[in-house]
Structures are given as structure tokens and as C-alpha cells.
């Protein structure tokens, strides 16, 4: 059984990472990114290449993308290539259906 100060801890770095992660995906040039992602994945330069942004506003939304563990960075030589972290889609996944679940379970009492 975990101690009070602990489980509280742990609720507190779950709920900033969904903050994170929904502060994330509010924005529709970053969803766009995401959605580009899914496909393969992409050097900056080649995301930059997609919009009509200048390229330190494309910097920006990675940035905000990594802070949340949306997307994975890897530098190969000068280039940085973006890829999606799927288990931070797991894990909002299993708060929707832990979400869904309390209200289920309410609505049967």
C-alpha cells in the first residue's frame, strides 16, 4: 500500500503530464503535426515545409510536443527527425477509459 504523500505525488505527476498532453492538443497546427507523424517519421525541416509558419513558430510547437511526450526527437547529423511517442497515447487512452469507467459506474448506483 503506498503512503499518503506518495499517492498524492504520483496523482499530482499524472495529472501534470494529461495538463501537458491536453495543453498539447488544443492547438491545431500541433494536431496537424501529430496527424503528419502517424504516417512516418519527419525532419523538422520537412514538417516546417507543410505550413505557412515561420520555422521558429514550427520549433515552438515541437517543443511544447516533446514537453508533453507526444513526439520523440532524434538528431542525425544537423538534422532533428520527430517521431510519435505511443505510450503517451496509452497512457491518456487508459485515463479516458478509466474516466468512462467512474461514470459508468456511477450512473449504476
Known sequence: MKGGSEWTNTKEREENVLNDVFKALADPTRRKILKMLRDKDLSAGEIA?????????????????????????????????????????????????????????????
Do not use: C
Not at 80 to 104: A, D, H, K, P
Open 49 to 109: 515545409d507543410a505550413f505557412h509558419i515561420s520555422k521558429p513558430s514550427i520549433s515552438h510547437h515541437l517543443n511544447l510536443l516533446k514537453q508533453a511526450n507526444l513526439v520523440l526527437s532524434d538528431k542525425q547529423g544537423q538534422n532533428i527527425y520527430y517521431s510519435l511517442n505511443t505510450t503517451i497515447f496509452q497512457e491518456v487512452m487508459q485515463w479516458f477509459f478509466e474516466f468512462s469507467e467512474r461514470g459508468e459506474s456511477d450512473e449504476n448506483k
